[in-house]
């Protein structure tokens, strides 16, 4: 893997709704109005302007991603994603891919140059973490190829499991 790509990746554990970037990602569900984990954390920390915005949307299919202001956070913007529930099929992977293919298209139209991102579907979605994390990674690096813009990514993850295994596989590509 290219050392320039791989410079701009970051790899965190802790709070991500504490996070000064240009945008944090939300692991959110369909409906985008709040749930539990990071989902519920975010909207907890940006206020309820966030879930006003939120019910303007009309939800958000597996896949795709929405964009709304951070309010009360320290991202401007918060990026909301929906991942799939993992239940051991190709169409995971193609779903968890487009998670962060989308979210990075939308951050470039907002003109975002730094970005958090949780460990999307990990949690209470079932998402294998090495699984996980090699699609986010690889999904990452090779968007950065093509667009010049994002400056950096950050994965912020929730348990110094999910950092190890962030921090062996970037390794492994020679970071």
Known sequence: MDKKILAKLEIMQGDITKLAVDAIVNAANSSLLGGGGVDGAIH???????????????????GEARITRGYNLAA????????????????????????????LKLAVEYKVASIAFPAISCGVYGYPIAEACRIAVDTTCNFLQIS???EKVIFMLFSAGDLK?????IRSLGG
């Open 148 to 150: 010049k813009t994002m």
């Open 76 to 103: 401007r913007h918060v990026v909301h994603t929906v991942g799939p529930v993992y239940r051991g099929n190709p169409q995971d992977k193609t779903l968890l891919t487009a998670c962060y293919q989308n979210s």
């Open 44 to 62: 907890r920390a940006a206020g309820p302007e966030l879930l006003a915005e939120c019910r303007t949307l009309g939800g958000c299919p597996t």
């Open 165 to 169: 295994v962030y921090h062996e596989y």
